[in-house]
């Protein structure tokens, strides 16, 4: 059976409409119905560490001018090749793609990314930071 995505009815991330079905009839406290089950099932015991604290990452500690500035410039020049290769009718589309494909990889291999604890977390960030210095210059 397909697994519903998003969310239910009852706050989880993924639901199948059968899952109470599949414990009809269950002793919570029945060795036979526990060992089917599986030890875990339920008490969150038997996940990681990391698993469990996932949500409660933050970049608070991310400061935006830790970004060395030509990282800024590459992720800007990025999004300024994106919105241009994205225009209706746009010229010479071949070397827009290469052009987006080279920055592309200096922004992946970028040193900075050595650096820091969190490089999702950091490539977000200034994804972001470009977006806003982008609109604050069209402004």
């Not at 030509?70 to 010479?92: C, E, I």
């Amino acid at each position: 059976m397909p697994l519903q995505t998003g969310p239910d009815r009852r706050g989880g991330a993924d639901h199948r409409p059968d899952h109470e079905a599949d414990h009809a009839g269950c002793d919570p406290d029945h060795e036979a119905d526990r060992a089917r089950r599986g030890p875990d099932h339920g008490t969150g015991q038997g996940v990681s560490e990391v698993t469990r604290n996932s949500n409660k990452r933050s970049n608070a500690a991310m400061d935006v001018t830790d970004f060395p500035d030509d990282l800024v410039q590459t992720q800007a020049a990025w999004n300024a090749t994106y919105q241009a290769l994205a225009a209706p009718r746009p010229r010479d589309t071949t070397a827009l793609r290469r052009r987006l494909l080279l920055l592309s990889v200096r922004l992946w291999w970028h040193p900075y990314w050595e650096t820091v604890p969190s490089v999702p977390a950091a490539r977000s960030e200034l994804r972001h930071l470009a977006r806003a210095h982008g609109a604050i210059r069209a402004a």
